[in-house]
């Protein structure tokens, strides 16, 4: 009896998320800023048909401010963003102190609305003159990125809270040498590993070097993290596969950089079914059996998120650095929004540490390899104009945030009984 009442209360109050939890938005420097036309990524973009160059962007570099504003109004207490390394250092070795104030300026704008900061220091794109030394094959690649990383910190580490070095070195390494997808474009197994190895590197020496240039501060990285299950549940295969791809895709990186991290900073998208073939198992693709999948063709899989935490839950904090979905249908951002974040919550009263979440992205923009066609943003920009506009998933995140949890009459939309509007404004 006693049990049924406690559950009945349980169903009908607010979700509750623990104290102090970080609730914001995450953007990269090339995905907003614009102009960032010293990079290999913007280099790699002319030559693709127009529709995929970043350009001008949403023109954050000079819009940071209404941005920030925004987020700060709808509630956000923290942001993750990046700094880009190539207007910082243009040239080897040298380093452009206007660009430096100019972070200064955008970092400080944060902490002026009270935003708790994470900063990554790489995200993706590659200076030039680094690029045309081979990039991350190079050999001196960690040394270079480790001046870099010396250089900036001092300047900003007032302003700056969490640090991220580097944003998903497996989907960097993947998108370049695998896939090869991406600048360079490089199809190459020997290659790949050159890189993975030279980013470990490159991680290990920028957290030694910013705990040594601030001691009390929290060093962290972003790693893409992805659930699996067997498609067939009495598939030993399959199963396999299910263990072999978690510990190879989640799970190694962290082994091997043990002892480098002050927290684990996850971004989660990916669900995959593990399908018998041949020897071994493929990715079923989804998209065939009309499972629910967002714009970009990924899997909305809520319980891959509690399987992530649950999976990789060690004594150190965690933050969802990235989640997100791509889709022109707000309606479906908003169901995204809850679903997940129940899952989280339910992983954080499984005895997961998470500290803090951080929704990808603030505003639409450059998706890298697909332009501008995914819409993941809680903010619509206008790219003719440069026009923002609150999506109505703004406002119940901006709800959500408020009351540090979901109530449960925001479990209306769920079932589509209702839209945002007439809950939110409900007495
Ligand atoms: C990246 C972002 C990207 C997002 C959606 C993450 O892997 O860090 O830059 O926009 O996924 O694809």
Request: aromatic fraction near 14%; charge should be neutral.
């Amino acid at each position: 009896m006693a049990d049924q009442a406690s559950h009945h209360k349980h169903d009908h109050a607010t979700l509750t998320f623990p104290e102090g939890f970080l609730w914001g938005t995450a953007t990269s420097a090339h995905q907003v800023e614009g102009g960032n036309s010293n990079n290999d990524w913007w280099q790699w973009e002319q030559t693709r048909p127009q529709q995929f160059w970043s350009g001008p962007s949403c023109d954050h570099y000079h819009k940071y401010e209404e941005d920030f504003d925004l987020a700060k109004n709808l509630g956000h207490n923290a942001h993750r963003l990046s700094i880009e390394w190539s207007r910082i250092e243009p040239e080897e070795g040298k380093f452009d102190l206007r660009e430096i104030e100019h972070y200064q300026n955008v970092l400080k704008a944060l902490k002026d609305r009270g935003l708790k900061v994470m900063l990554t220091l790489h995200h993706f794109t590659n200076p030039a003159w680094f690029a045309q030394k081979g990039g991350w094959e190079n050999r001196k690649s960690a040394f270079y990125f480790e001046r870099f990383v010396k250089t900036i910190v001092p300047e900003i580490k007032d302003y700056v809270d969490f640090w991220i070095t580097i944003n998903e070195p497996g989907v960097l390494v993947w998108g370049s040498y695998i896939a090869a997808i991406w600048p360079p474009q490089k199809k190459s197994r020997w290659k790949a590993l050159k890189a993975m190895w030279n980013i470990i590197r490159a991680h290990k020496k920028a957290y030694k070097a910013i705990h040594k240039l601030v001691p009390k501060t929290e060093v962290g990285l972003a790693q893409n993290v992805q659930s699996y299950t067997a498609y067939h549940k009495h598939s030993l295969i399959e199963q396999f596969g299910v263990i072999f791809s978690d510990l190879a895709s989640n799970h190694i990186f962290y082994f091997l950089t043990k002892g480098y991290h002050d927290f684990y900073g996850l971004n989660y998208y990916f669900h995959y079914r593990l399908k018998e073939h041949g020897l071994g198992v493929e990715i079923t693709d989804v998209t065939h059996f009309s499972k629910d999948i967002s714009d970009m063709g990924w899997e909305i899989f809520p319980e891959g998120i509690f399987n992530v935490l649950t999976d990789l839950s060690n004594h150190i904090p965690i933050y969802l650095t990235e989640c997100g979905i791509a889709t022109s249908n707000d309606d479906r951002r908003i169901r995204f929004l809850m679903q997940y974040l129940q899952e989280v919550y339910r992983a954080i009263q499984a005895g997961v540490n998470v500290k803090g979440f951080f929704y990808w992205s603030l505003l639409d923009n450059f998706e890298w390899a697909d332009g501008y066609e995914p819409k993941f943003g809680l903010i619509e920009v206008d790219f003719k104009t440069q026009k923002r506009t609150i999506k109505p998933s703004s406002l119940l995140y901006q709800d959500i945030i408020k009351h540090n949890g979901i109530r449960h009459k925001l479990m209306k939309f769920l079932g589509h009984r209702v839209s945002v509007k007439e809950v939110l404004e409900e007495k």
